[in-house]
C-alpha cells in the first residue's frame, strides 16, 4: 500500500479538530486523504486569519446550506471538541432555518440531537430568545438596521402591496426571530448568513445584499474572502468564484479600483 505522506501542519489541524481519529478513507483512497488534507487542513488553513472555532461555525452553517449531513455530524463533534458550546451550535442551526428553510433542516435538527445525545449533552439547552409576540417586529426592523441602513425604510415603501406581508415576514420572523437571539452577536449572525447564501448558490442578489450588510456591521472585505477562502473546500470552486465576484462587486479591492480609475 502506498504511504501517505501528510504535513506536520495538516495532521496538526486535523487532529485539532478530530482528535485521535482513526481515518477508514486512509485505507481506502490514501492518495486522496493526502492530496485532500494536505491542501485543506494546511495550505487553506494557512490563508486564514479565523480564529479556529469561527472558522467550524462558518463551515457548520456552509453544510446545512449544502445539504451534507454527514459531513454536518462529523463538524458537530469538531465543533465540540474545539469548545463551541451547545447553545452556539444550535443557534448556528436556528439562524439557517429562514434562509435554507425548515425543509432541509428538518434532519439536521435531529441529527443535531443525536450527537448531543451521544456526548451526554442535556436536552432541551437553555433558550436564548429576546422578543415576544408583540415587540419581535419592532426588534426585527431594528436589527435589520443595524445591518442595512436607512434601505430597510425604501425597500418597505418600494414593495408592492400585494407583496408587503413578505416584508413584515422578513421583519418580524426572519430577524425578529432569529437575529435577535442571545448566543450568538449580531455580527457574527450576518457572517453566518453569507457563509449559507455562498453555499446555497443561486442566491447572488442576497449575497451581494449581505456583502453590504456584513461590511456596515465590521466584517471587511478581507475577512469576507477569508471565510469563502476556508469554505472552498466544502463548496467547490464554482460557488467559491461566484462569491468572489459578489464581493469585487460590492467592495472592489483597491488594484481593482485603481485599475478602473486609470482606464477613465
Same mark, same amino acid.
Given at each position: 500500500?502506498?504511504?501517505?505522506?501528510?504535513?506536520?501542519?495538516?495532521?496538526?489541524?486535523?487532529?485539532?479538530?478530530?482528535?485521535?481519529?482513526?481515518?477508514?478513507?486512509?485505507?481506502?483512497?490514501?492518495?486522496?486523504?493526502?492530496?485532500?488534507?494536505?491542501?485543506?487542513?494546511?495550505?487553506?488553513?494557512?490563508?486564514?486569519?479565523?480564529?479556529?472555532?469561527?472558522?467550524?461555525?462558518?463551515?457548520?452553517?456552509?453544510?446545512?446550506?449544502?445539504?451534507?449531513?454527514?459531513?454536518?455530524?462529523?463538524?458537530?463533534?469538531?465543533?465540540?471538541?474545539?469548545?463551541?458550546?451547545?447553545?452556539?451550535?444550535?443557534?448556528?442551526?436556528?439562524?439557517?432555518?429562514?434562509?435554507?428553510?425548515?425543509?432541509?433542516?428538518?434532519?439536521?435538527?435531529?441529527?443535531?440531537?443525536?450527537?448531543?445525545?451521544?456526548?451526554?449533552?442535556? !436536552? =432541551?439547552?437553555? *433558550?436564548?430568545?429576546? @422578543?415576544?409576540?408583540?415587540? /419581535?417586529?419592532?426588534?426585527? %426592523?431594528?436589527?435589520? +438596521?443595524?445591518?442595512?441602513?436607512?434601505?430597510?425604510?425604501?425597500?418597505?415603501?418600494?414593495?408592492?402591496?400585494?407583496?408587503?406581508?413578505?416584508?413584515?415576514?422578513?421583519?418580524?420572523?426572519?430577524?425578529?426571530?432569529?437575529?435577535?437571539?442571545?448566543?450568538?452577536?449580531?455580527?457574527?449572525?450576518?457572517?453566518?448568513?453569507?457563509?449559507?447564501?455562498?453555499?446555497?448558490?443561486?442566491?447572488?442578489?442576497?449575497?451581494?445584499?449581505?456583502?453590504?450588510?456584513?461590511?456596515?456591521?465590521?466584517?471587511?472585505?478581507?475577512?469576507?474572502?477569508?471565510?469563502?477562502?476556508?469554505? !472552498? =473546500?466544502?463548496? *467547490?470552486?464554482?460557488? @467559491?468564484?461566484?462569491?468572489? /465576484?459578489?464581493?469585487?462587486? %460590492?467592495?472592489?479591492? +483597491?488594484?481593482?479600483?485603481?485599475?478602473?480609475?486609470?482606464?477613465?
Amino acid at each position: 500500500m502506498k504511504k501517505i505522506h501528510l504535513t506536520e501542519n495538516a495532521i496538526k489541524n486535523h487532529e485539532e479538530l478530530f482528535p485521535n481519529h482513526e481515518s477508514k478513507l486512509q485505507q481506502t483512497d490514501p492518495e486522496f486523504i493526502a492530496l485532500f488534507d494536505n491542501w485543506a487542513f494546511d495550505e487553506v488553513i494557512r490563508q486564514s486569519q479565523l480564529d479556529t472555532k469561527t472558522r467550524v461555525m462558518m463551515i457548520l452553517a456552509s453544510t446545512i446550506a449544502s445539504q451534507a449531513l454527514g459531513e454536518y455530524k462529523v463538524m458537530v463533534g469538531a465543533a465540540l471538541n474545539v469548545g463551541l458550546t451547545p447553545v452556539v451550535i444550535k443557534e448556528i442551526l436556528y439562524q439557517s432555518v429562514p434562509y435554507v428553510g425548515v425543509a432541509k433542516v428538518f434532519d439536521f435538527l435531529h441529527a443535531t440531537n443525536a450527537v448531543f445525545q451521544e456526548r451526554g449533552i442535556e !436536552l =432541551p439547552v437553555e *433558550g436564548q430568545s429576546t @422578543t415576544t409576540a408583540e415587540t /419581535r417586529f419592532e426588534k426585527g %426592523v431594528a436589527a435589520q +438596521k443595524a445591518i442595512f441602513g436607512e434601505a430597510i425604510d425604501k425597500m418597505r415603501q418600494q414593495s408592492p402591496k400585494d407583496q408587503l406581508h413578505i416584508q413584515d415576514f422578513l421583519a418580524a420572523n426572519c430577524f425578529g426571530d432569529y437575529y435577535t437571539r442571545n448566543g450568538i452577536d449580531l455580527k457574527t449572525r450576518e457572517l453566518l448568513t453569507f457563509a449559507m447564501l455562498i453555499s446555497l448558490g443561486g442566491c447572488e442578489p442576497q449575497v451581494k445584499g449581505h456583502v453590504t450588510g456584513n461590511l456596515k456591521i465590521g466584517n471587511h472585505r478581507t475577512c469576507l474572502i477569508d471565510v469563502v477562502t476556508q469554505l !472552498l =473546500p466544502y463548496i *467547490g470552486y464554482p460557488r @467559491t468564484l461566484n462569491a468572489l /465576484r459578489m464581493i469585487d462587486e %460590492v467592495v472592489p479591492s +483597491k488594484n481593482m479600483a485603481s485599475a478602473a480609475t486609470t482606464a477613465h
